[in-house]
């Protein structure tokens, strides 16, 4: 099982500011196969993130996804307000289980 | 736009059975995988079980196993999740989640239902 290990846990930021969240695999994720979901409180999670760079459609610039092998990050170029929330990485590489991080909660 | 709607959680007795059914709608239903996300607090999200387009494959998480079924029927557009041997472990929000076509992440999220497993 890849176990995923995303940094910080809390991420504490004023609007307009860079947000840059790690998600570490505890193995190399097959083609590079991780995607980044935003969930804020009391919602379900929204895809940001495929293949570890291709925006889901509808997602805005700010969000962009890089990384390979095990390293993974997720920026956002300038924080909105309607940015501040839980985000998680989910590997599905390779055979199941595919797995989530624990995920990083970017606060004001 | 895709739409899920859960429905069936509640409350169950350790070792008892639920089960949660899902409608979609918004897109081919039987073209996509589908799949089934818990959340709580403690664990935050966990890869439960998925079931492809057609039905004929399936993959359970290890905990899951032998207790949980995912089926669906294509006819109505619903994919169900029929849970028995409850642990008070599976106590969780239970999402019904649409998988992309060439890969196994999500694109689209019901609200979810809530389990609970007490005596």
């Known amino acids: 099982e890849v176990v995923l290990t995303q940094s910080p846990d809390t991420l504490s930021l004023s609007p307009g500011e860079r947000a840059t969240l790690s998600c570490r695999a505890s193995h190399v994720v097959s083609a590079n196969f991780v995607a980044w979901y935003q969930q804020r409180r009391g919602q379900s999670p929204i895809l940001l993130i495929y293949s570890a760079s291709l925006r889901a459609a509808g997602v805005p610039d700010r969000f962009s996804g890089s990384g390979s092998g095990t390293d993974f990050t997720l920026t956002i170029t300038r924080v909105e307000p309607e940015d501040f929330a839980m985000y998680y990485c989910q590997q599905y590489g390779g055979s199941p289980p595919w797995t989530f991080g624990q995920g990083t909660k970017v606060e004001i | 736009e895709a739409q899920l709607l859960e429905s069936g959680g509640g409350l169950g007795q350790p070792g008892g059975s639920l089960r949660l059914s899902c409608v979609a709608s918004?897109?081919?239903?039987?073209?996509?995988?589908m799949t089934w996300v818990r959340q709580t607090p403690e664990k935050g999200l966990e890869w439960v079980a998925t079931?492809?387009?057609?039905?004929?494959?399936?993959y359970y998480q290890d905990s899951v196993k032998g207790r949980f079924n995912i089926s669906r029927d294509n006819s109505r557009n619903t994919v169900f999740l029929q849970m028995a041997g409850l642990r008070v472990e599976d106590s969780a929000r239970y999402f019904c989640?649409?998988?992309?076509?060439?890969?196994?992440?999500?694109?689209?999220w019901g609200r979810g239902v809530l389990v609970s497993v007490s005596s």
């Open positions: 079931i492809s387009g057609s039905g004929n494959n399936t």
């Open positions: 989640a649409k998988c992309r076509l060439g890969g196994y992440y999500f694109d689209s």
């Open positions: 918004g897109f081919t239903f039987k073209n996509y995988p």
